[in-house]
């Protein structure tokens, strides 16, 4: 199975200015691919091949005055950024057809220069090294190893994400780890109060534990009340509107790290201890059209925490079910089964 490995990366300004204009590249090159595209689907006609795309839109558009920038930049991204295109058309076509049993995907859309600054390069367009990773026409590139590859690399993909912090993702084949079966059943009930409350099986008994999440946006809403007020005042466009937009997005983006890193711990521990893991299925986007609870949700990310349970169960072979969110869990007990009704919200 693949699997993705996230590193912190430290360019210098020159690399900054290559990177851009590398990302830059691969936007363009995307968006003439899929002008390219529609306007063939809107004559009735067949989807041009990746090879014609190429050659018209990278090997003839170089020597053309407006498209000359593209000779500067690897010509690996492109090729990616060309194979994500077909990718996505691809999902978009089975997704109309009813092949896939997730929720409908709509076709591709340009990109524009707000959108996420990614590329990705394949083998023979970098190198893995010790202190640092070589990316072809950017350099070598300080990265900060948090933890070893398992195995070499097939691919890695440069993010710069809206805090203007640095990363190079990779994906390593892995093999699926084996970790000793138990006869341990776990039960986790989402709540707004109490983040989690796991219920473990254990011969004829069932205990609860609750278990608080960090809610760092709530420890820290008058710092964000204060940013974005100050955001307000700015003129947008200016380099005082950047800079403030700039703090707001450190901010969230330390308050992302607060999350994730403890809702990996949590799934991890669950994961670990439990053969099966039951979980409840919650309608979040609706939920969080409440503008009362609307906050209080965001900041749980109920949605990110099934996504880790639900990937670690597969990687380590566990059995993960999802119960319908019609079901009154809360309203049960879980020692004789009687149904009290519907429930107060202050009743955790």
């Not at 138990?182 to 989690?196: A, E, I, M, R």
């Not at 799934?267 to 986007?285: A, F, H």
């Not at 939920?287 to 925490?305: C, G, P």
Request: aromatic letters at 10%; one cysteine or more.
């Amino acid at each position: 199975m693949k699997a993705r490995f996230k590193y912190r990366i430290y360019p210098t300004l020159g690399q900054k200015h290559r990177l851009a204009r590398l990302v830059g590249c691969v936007r363009v090159f995307w968006n003439d691919s899929l002008a390219c595209c529609q306007e063939k689907y809107k004559l009735g006609k067949k989807k041009t091949t990746n090879s014609e795309l190429q050659k018209q839109f990278i090997t003839l558009a170089k020597n053309t005055e407006d498209r000359v920038w593209l000779s500067v930049v690897s010509a690996i991204p492109l090729q990616q950024s060309l194979n994500d295109l077909n990718q996505a058309y691809q999902n978009f076509f089975k997704s109309t057809q009813g092949n896939r049993k997730v929720k409908p995907i709509r076709a591709p859309k340009s990109k524009s220069r707000m959108s996420l600054p990614t590329a990705r390069f394949t083998k023979g367009g970098f190198k893995v090294g010790q202190h640092k990773v070589y990316l072809g026409t950017i350099g070598k590139l300080k990265i900060v190893w948090s933890r070893e590859l398992p195995a070499t690399p097939s691919s890695v993909t440069v993010i710069k994400d809206s805090a203007n912090r640095y990363f190079l993702s990779f994906v390593v084949e892995v093999l699926p780890e084996v970790l000793p079966k138990t006869d341990n059943l776990v039960g986790n009930y989402l709540g707004v109060k109490t983040f989690v409350t796991v219920g473990t099986l254990h011969g004829t008994s069932l205990r609860g534990k609750k278990i608080d999440a960090p809610k760092p946006l709530r420890k820290r809403i008058k710092k964000y009340r204060k940013l974005s007020k100050s955001l307000l005042k700015k003129t947008k466009g200016s380099k005082q509107y950047e800079k403030a937009r700039l703090k707001i997005a450190k901010f969230h983006a330390k308050l992302k790290d607060t999350r994730i890193d403890f809702l990996h711990k949590l799934s991890t521990e669950i994961i670990r201890e439990n053969q099966t893991i039951v979980l409840e299925d919650l309608n979040v986007s609706g939920m969080v059209k409440n503008r009362k609870l609307s906050r209080a949700i965001s900041d749980l990310d109920w949605r990110t925490f099934r996504t880790f349970i639900e990937g670690k169960a597969e990687k380590y072979g566990h059995d993960f079910r999802v119960i319908s969110r019609w079901e009154p869990t809360s309203q049960i007990c879980f020692c004789c089964g009687f149904k009290g009704g519907k429930l107060d919200l202050s009743i955790s």
